[in-house]
């Protein structure tokens, strides 16, 4: 599978590519050209592999054809759309709004999504869940500045006569994805977002209500060009014969549904200086990374909370919660992953690799934070996050404050387009909390349990 990134500003179209006008001169290249963003429901990397819904149908699409995936990704929707016209690409697998405007200029195909803007709201806060728009009248609802959320409480807020408390934040501080995760925290009360962003962040914050519409609804597909009628065929096909089947429920429920919360499972016994079975492990592979033993076993807890069956979301898999493609890249069998020694061993094994990566960083407490984020997300996006942090005159060797700061900005495009990332959109204050849980964890084991 092939997979080609153009992001950034400034980015010139290529000029070189090749127009291939339709389905038959596609299937002759052995090659589909999909275009796409960087979101956490599109496409994006994490540990390493490429994820995204958009992505993994679009990719199940090509093998349907017996054609290779070429991934380019655009900086925003206009661009994205520019390029499928001048040929750059084959496919738009992004859920692009149905607009008259558009279908004169591209034929929309796939499955059609029907989105609305939703409330987000918390359950178990004091004041009742709103359950009708007249409802929003004195709360304070916050929205990205300038988006169609600030549109649209807005022109709601006119529809009332007034009197919704609108916060504007600067879009280049947060997204919405922050806004709906400082909702859950408890940190604003109310905030918007489109019911499949809202589905999926619901998977990480169980404790959101997102049941109440306040927008009409919004129709949205992919796209071809206008030139490529049996493309978009294939595709209507494709949908068609595979909506109802289970690989394709199981990829709807892997991103909307199963929960991304961490495992629920008791540690042993802490004033018996006990945290697991698996603290022999913990003791004799700690040595290999000069590290104290319950660190280790702390972030195994946040991993997996010792749970050596646990398959994560995204297929991460034991009690070190390792991918495939890592275990076999650190000589682990796929056969072999649940089994925790074997697990745990390759786990070392990798971040030795990250502690050599991260060899710049001389200060051994520091290097482990680096060490955690890159377990966590993967190094690439670490390692922009340090670009980031060296170009706005932040300390590229230091984590919180610093590095940390640059992560979290990684979900927002004005970052992750940056012509210094290579490695684009990430959900950072998942890593960040990553780091800070796995070494709060550690600091109770270290109260708690004496060497």
């Known amino acids: 599978m092939l997979f080609v990134f153009i992001s950034g500003c400034g980015r010139k179209p290529q000029e070189s590519a090749s ?87 591209l034929i929309y195909c796939g499955e ?49 006569g007034g009197g919704i408390h ?36 619901k998977t990480y914050y169980n404790n959101l209500d997102i049941r109440l519409e306040v927008s009409f609804p919004q129709r949205s597909s992919w796209a071809v060009r206008k030139s490529s009628p049996l493309l978009a065929e294939a595709v209507d096909k494709w949908f068609d014969e595979n909506h109802n089947s289970t690989e394709y429920k199981s990829i709807l429920k892997r991103y909307f549904e199963d929960s991304k919360r961490p495992y629920t499972q008791q540690i042993l016994s802490l004033s018996k200086g006990q945290i697991s079975i698996y603290d022999p492990l913990f003791k004799k592979y700690a040595k290999e990374l000069d ?16 749970d050596t069956t646990a398959v994560s979301w995204a297929g991460a898999r034991g009690l070190m919660q390792l991918m495939p493609s890592t275990a076999k890249a650190y000589g682990l069998e796929i056969e072999k992953i649940q089994n925790p020694e074997e697990n745990l061993k390759a786990a070392v094994k990798s971040m030795k690799a990250l502690n050599k990566s991260f060899s710049k960083i001389e200060d051994r407490d520091e290097r482990i934070k680096f060490i955690l984020a890159a377990y ?22 230091v984590w919180d404050g610093n590095v940390a700061e640059f992560v ?22 998942e890593t960040v909390n990553y780091v800070k849980d796995v070494l709060s964890v550690y600091n109770e084991y270290k109260i708690k349990i004496k060497p």
């Open 291 to 306: 590290w104290d033993w319950r660190l280790i076993a702390s972030q195994a807890y946040q991993e997996s909370q010792f």
């Open 112 to 160: 059609e999504i029907i989105t609305h803007q939703v409330l987000i709201q918390r359950r178990g806060n004091k004041e009742e869940i709103i359950d009708d728009v007249t409802g929003l009248v004195g709360k304070d609802i916050y929205v990205e500045r300038d988006s169609k959320f600030d549109d649209r409480i807005t022109h709601l807020d006119e529809e009332l």
């Open 376 to 397: 966590n997300s993967g190094i690439g996006h670490i390692y922009d996050a340090m670009a980031l942090a060296e170009k706005y005159n932040k300390n590229p060797l």
């Open 408 to 429: 979290l900005l990684k979900s927002n495009p004005e970052f992750f387009n940056d012509s210094i990332c290579k490695f684009g959109y990430i959900r950072g204050r």
């Open 166 to 201: 609108i916060h504007k934040i600067n879009k280049d501080t947060v997204t919405t994805e922050d806004l709906i995760g400082m909702v859950a925290s408890g940190e604003i009360p109310y905030t918007l977002a489109d019911d499949n962003i809202a589905r999926l962040n």
């Open 19 to 105: 127009v291939r006008e339709d389905l038959p001169e596609i299937l002759q290249s052995k090659e589909l050209r999909v275009l796409t963003l960087y979101s956490s429901t599109s496409y994006f990397l994490y540990r390493g592999e490429e994820m995204g819904y958009e992505f993994e149908l679009a990719r199940r699409f090509a093998l349907s054809q017996g054609l290779h995936i070429k991934v380019i990704v655009a900086e925003n929707i206009s661009r994205l759309i520019e390029m499928l016209e001048d040929g750059e690409g084959d496919i738009a697998a992004y859920t692009l709004p149905v607009t008259n405007e558009l279908r004169q200029r």
